[in-house]
């Protein structure tokens, strides 16, 4: 199968890019062109079109809405077959066309069946790859790969053979593993050194037991010693211990007894009575709040006594508090009253608006008399003026007479004027003098003009005359209207005025009745306005305001009868209970300080003066402290009494734990100090310790002999431990026989297993053996891919084995590279597909990469070759080798982007 075209309607870089039949008519096609010039996208592109967009090996940014390209191949039955693929898909969109571009199927299966069943896979490892792909074992290692290498000429028994050699090396592995812990012969290899070491120790140990033994027996009877004399030492120890507790015992109690007789002597005067000036203190407090209470009473009854003698003034001479609890002011009552004043409030205030009204008219009335009689002298003065007129107006009628006929004459004089001008100048110009004839035309018009102004302007005299009289009779009968109009408003404003006076008296009338009226209320209520006023608001609110204040008065003074009441009976019995504390006795420091306070208090000479009935709270605080004192002085002498019961009973307990044969030390209790009884306890502890830490080494030295004997003794564990050492001598033995057996039968194995891999080889290895040994010059002359290993090996012409991981990175791609060609090659039985390359050779060198061409060309007679390279001399070598016509180079142009042949 061959390549004849391919087009690029839009894939990556490329737009409407086509690979021609004529292009691609040779069996190697070198398409040749520098970096950047976008020969590794044509190589994804074929993937592309045969196995989709995402496929193994293709870039995703290749791929976008609007990918589209075709791929035509023929068969070995020269028919022609189209494929295009889309990116309508996430893979792409695949379609197949015959030659006339009749529709046969879509689908990657349809492609994959015309492609011999070739996966995506095994094209891009095999058929399809670049210099990247070609570095890589794992390309070499797919499923579909691997499948090929071990064929029929190993048969079922060579991987049973391998099987049975891995669990071989399991089972050796159990046995014994070199640097491991956990295999049974590991094991017992460590367990034998250990058992051995034990054994020769206890053998060294057999000679030491004699003396031993007698260095046992002396230590024991010296730890004896030190037993009796640690026994003594504590009991001494012990002794002085109880001696210095005894000593304190007994000074704290000689010191209990000193207190206790100093409290026994001081008489108690308050205990007998402490429940009764319990109860005074208790109260103490409730008593005070009353004082300050009460205090609080005083003042506020003063202030409000000030403040009614304060009203009591403001409301006159006339009133007292007798008379103003005596006034009876009812809701009823006083409502009704303000009622009335308020009514006369506003009849006052109505009748005050009423005679500034009357004031208004009456000035309104003067003001039209006024005008009326200003009006009538004006009419009286211009009616005498039009008089003087009308006796003018027969001068006047003949003077318009005599106007008129005048006017009639000027008007003819100033047109004969006018037409003699006309003349004059017609007949001057007619004789040919212009200028002469131009002045006397305008002297002329200068006199007519001057005529008609002068008789215009005495008929305008004449209008003027008209007019002014025929004005001053217009204004005449204006000045009547007006006069007339005067006199009705005068009139009319008189009459109004004398009605509003009568409304006015009505209005104070009724005042009067209502101030009448008020009077009589207000004195019914023992209240007498001062003056004529009605003002009484303020005189009511002080009123009751007194009456309130009265009334809060006494009942302040019930309160404070009430405060007073427990005060009184408190303080009677503080002095009845300080009276008996006073007959006992009180010392002269008491009395003074008692004075200091009291005269803080009262002010008074002295507490105990006959007058002085108050200073309760001095005398509480005097009787509290005293008993106070009793108190702690009772409790002391009570913790006394217990303090030295207590010390008693321990002091007896102390004398009986004394050792019998050291109780004379207690009657030397008098003659020793606390700090002799403490040295010598110390010296003994330390004495004590000493002793202890000898016996303790001691101890530890018999114990370390008696361990020695002990091992020394136990020659049936000597035994024993020889006869199991033995035990597991014999089973080392045993398993190591075992591990050998697996050994040789391994050795066996693998040597078997060689002979397969070496001289009974699958076709595959041999045809890649045969290519490898070209193309390394007949250094390495096979290859082997050893049973159960992802590894290939070459053995070169010394028969040394050299796995790939051990030659060098060109070496390395050859031999990938054989093995693609030799799977070519065997692939030639399912389908001949196309070899397409992207620059794989990079690491050859000149002479090996000469006879890898050897074998392109070998190749190409079955194979359609492709190789995109950017490698100019690769043209050079394919040139020299190739003696005929199956070598087309194409020359890719970077800048256009498009296929030249050369």
């Given at each position: 199968m061959r390549m004849t075209s391919l087009f690029l309607e839009q894939y990556g870089q490329y737009a409407q890019l086509k690979l021609t039949e004529e292009q691609l008519a040779s069996p190697i096609t070198i398409i040749y062109g520098p970096n950047e010039a976008g020969k590794s996208t044509i190589h994804a592109a074929i993937r592309a079109v045969l196995f989709g967009f995402n496929s193994k090996g293709i870039l995703s940014t290749y791929a976008n809405p609007n990918t589209s390209a075709q791929l035509m191949l023929t068969n070995e039955d020269d028919q022609l077959l189209r494929i295009e693929r889309n990116a309508s898909t996430k893979a792409g969109k695949v379609s197949l066309y015959d030659e006339q571009g009749h529709f046969i199927a879509e689908g990657q299966r349809a492609v994959q069946e015309k492609l011999g069943g070739i996966s995506s896979s095994l094209f891009s490892n095999i058929f399809c790859f670049s210099h990247q792909e070609l570095q890589r074992l794992e390309t070499l290692q797919e499923d579909e790969v691997t499948a090929y290498l071990h064929s029929a000429a190993m048969g079922g028994g060579g991987l049973s053979l391998l099987d049975v050699e891995k669990r071989l090396k399991k089972k050796q592995e159990e046995l014994f593993k070199p640097r491991a812990t956990n295999p049974e012969l590991n094991q017992l290899l460590a367990q034998l050194e250990l058992e051995q070491n034990r054994i020769t120790a206890l053998e060294k140990k057999l000679i030491q037991y004699k003396p031993i033994q007698q260095e046992l027996q002396r230590a024991e009877e010296q730890l004896g010693l030190y037993k009796k004399h640690r026994t003594q030492l504590e009991r001494e120890k012990e002794a002085y211990e109880i001696l210095a507790q005894l000593f304190v015992l007994l000074q704290r109690r000689r010191k209990l007894q000193v207190t206790m007789s100093e409290l026994e002597a001081i008489e108690s005067k308050l205990l007998p009575y402490e429940a009764e000036l319990y109860e005074l203190q208790m109260n103490a407090m409730m008593i005070r709040e009353k004082e300050q209470e009460l205090a609080s009473v005083d003042r506020e009854q003063s202030k409000l006594k000030e403040d009614i003698q304060a009203s009591i003034s403001r409301l006159g001479p006339q009133w007292s508090i007798e008379k103003v609890e005596h006034v009876v002011l009812s809701i009823p009552v006083k409502e009704q009253l303000l009622d009335m004043i308020q009514l006369y409030?506003?009849?006052?205030?109505?009748?005050?608006?009423?005679?500034?009204?009357?004031?208004?008219?009456?000035?309104?009335?003067?003001?039209?008399?006024?005008?009326?009689?200003?009006?009538?002298?004006?009419?009286?003065?211009?009616q005498s003026r039009q008089d003087e007129g009308i006796g003018n107006e027969g001068f006047a009628a003949r003077?318009?007479?005599?106007?008129?006929?005048?006017?009639?004459?000027?008007?003819?004089?100033?047109?004969?004027?006018?037409?003699?001008?006309?003349?004059?100048?017609?007949?001057?110009?007619?004789?040919?003098?212009?200028?002469?004839?131009?002045?006397?035309?305008?002297?002329?018009?200068?006199?007519?003009?001057?005529?008609?102004?002068?008789?215009?302007?005495?008929?305008?005299?004449?209008?003027h005359w008209s007019n002014l009289m025929h004005k001053q009779e217009e204004h005449l009968a204006q000045q009547n209207i007006v006069l007339q109009a005067a006199k009705q408003d005068a009139q009319f404003l008189r009459q109004?005025?004398?009605?509003?006076?009568?409304?006015?008296?009505?209005?104070?009338?009724?005042?009067?009745?209502?101030?009448?009226?008020?009077?009589?209320?207000?004195?019914?209520?023992?209240?007498?306005?001062?003056?004529?006023?009605?003002?009484?608001?303020?005189?009511?609110?002080?009123?009751?305001?007194?009456?309130?204040?009265?009334?809060?008065?006494?009942?302040?003074?019930?309160?404070?009868?009430?405060?007073?009441?427990?005060?009184?009976?408190?303080?009677?019995?503080?002095?009845?209970?300080?009276?008996?504390?006073?007959?006992?006795?009180?010392?002269?420091?008491d009395r003074v300080n008692l004075d200091e306070r009291y005269q803080e208090e009262e002010g008074?000479?002295?507490?105990?003066?006959?007058?002085?009935?108050?200073?309760?709270?001095?005398?509480?605080?005097?009787?509290?402290?005293?008993?106070?004192?009793?108190?702690?002085?009772?409790?002391?002498?009570?913790?006394?009494?217990?303090?030295?019961?207590?010390l008693s009973a321990e002091y007896s307990a102390l004398l009986e734990q004394l050792p019998q044969e050291l109780s004379h030390l207690k009657d030397e209790l008098d003659q020793w100090t606390i700090a002799?009884?403490?040295?010598?306890?110390?010296?003994?502890?330390?004495?004590?310790?000493?002793?202890?830490?000898?016996?303790?080494?001691?101890?530890?030295?018999?114990?370390?002999?008696?361990?020695?004997?002990?091992?020394?003794?136990?020659?049936?564990?000597?035994?024993?431990?020889?006869?199991?050492?033995?035990?597991?001598?014999?089973?080392?033995?045993?398993?190591?026989?075992?591990?050998?057996?697996?050994?040789?039968?391994?050795?066996?194995?693998?040597?078997?297993?060689?002979?397969?891999?070496?001289?009974?080889?699958?076709?595959?290895?041999?045809?890649?053996?045969?290519?490898?040994?070209?193309?390394?010059?007949?250094?390495?002359?096979?290859?082997?891919?050893?049973?159960?290993?992802?590894?290939?090996?070459?053995?070169?012409?010394?028969?040394?084995?050299?796995?790939?991981?051990?030659?060098?990175?060109?070496?390395?791609?050859?031999?990938?590279?054989?093995?693609?060609?030799?799977?070519?090659?065997?692939?030639?039985?399912?389908a001949v597909?196309?070899?397409?390359?992207?620059?794989?050779?990079?690491?050859?060198?000149?002479?090996?990469?000469?006879?890898?061409?050897?074998?392109?060309?070998?190749?190409?007679?079955?194979?359609?070759?492709?190789?995109?390279?950017?490698?100019?001399?690769?043209?050079?070598?394919?040139?020299a080798l190739d003696s005929g016509s199956k070598l087309q180079v194409i020359e890719w142009n970077k800048a256009q982007r498009s296929p030249v042949s050369i």
């Open positions: 409030d506003r009849d006052e205030s109505r009748l005050h608006m009423m005679k500034e009204r009357l004031i208004e008219k009456q000035e309104a009335s003067k003001r039209a008399e006024h005008k009326w009689q200003e009006t009538q002298k004006s009419y009286a003065d211009q003077g318009r007479t005599k106007n008129k006929r005048l006017h009639l004459t000027k008007n003819w004089l100033w047109i004969c004027t006018a037409l003699l001008g006309l003349v004059v100048t017609g007949v001057l110009g007619i004789q040919g003098h212009a200028w002469e004839a131009g002045l006397v035309g305008a002297a002329f018009i200068l006199v007519a003009v001057l005529a008609y102004r002068w008789t215009n302007g005495a008929e305008g005299v004449h209008e109004d005025v004398q009605e509003y006076e009568g409304k006015v008296l009505e209005a104070e009338q009724e005042l009067q009745s209502t101030y009448q009226r008020a009077l009589e209320s207000l004195a019914l209520l023992g209240i007498k306005p001062l003056g004529k006023s009605l003002r009484v608001e303020k005189l009511l609110e002080t009123i009751e305001k007194v009456q309130q204040d009265i009334l809060k008065s006494k009942s302040l003074e019930k309160m404070k009868a009430q405060l007073e009441s427990p005060i009184i009976k408190w303080e009677r019995a503080l002095r009845s209970l300080y009276q008996v504390f006073e007959k006992q006795g009180i010392n002269r420091e008074n000479a002295s507490f105990y003066s006959s007058e002085t009935e108050t200073g309760g709270q001095a005398i509480l605080e005097l009787l509290s402290h005293k008993l106070k004192l009793e108190q702690e002085q009772h409790r002391e002498w009570l913790e006394c009494k217990r303090s030295y019961t207590q002799e009884i403490e040295g010598k306890s110390k010296e003994l502890a330390a004495s004590y310790e000493e002793l202890l830490k000898q016996i303790e080494d001691h101890a530890q030295y018999m114990g370390h002999l008696k361990q020695s004997l002990e091992q020394i003794e136990q020659e049936d564990t000597l035994a024993s431990l020889q006869h199991e050492f033995e035990q597991k001598k014999a089973s080392f033995r045993e398993k190591a026989k075992e591990w050998a057996a697996y050994s040789v039968a391994r050795e066996l194995c693998e040597r078997t297993r060689r002979v397969y891999e070496e001289e009974r080889q699958p076709a595959i290895l041999q045809q890649a053996s045969a290519f490898m040994s070209a193309f390394t010059l007949k250094r390495y002359q096979q290859v082997i891919a050893p049973m159960g290993e992802k590894e290939l090996v070459l053995v070169d012409h010394n028969g040394k084995r050299w796995e790939s991981s051990m030659l060098s990175t060109g070496t390395k791609e050859q031999l990938y590279l054989a093995m693609r060609f030799a799977l070519i090659k065997q692939y030639e039985e399912q597909l196309p070899i397409i390359m992207d620059d794989p050779f990079v690491h050859f060198d000149s002479k090996r990469l000469q006879e890898v061409f050897r074998g392109l060309l070998s190749l190409a007679d079955t194979h359609q070759v492709i190789l995109f390279t950017c490698h100019e001399h690769y043209i050079d070598q394919f040139q």
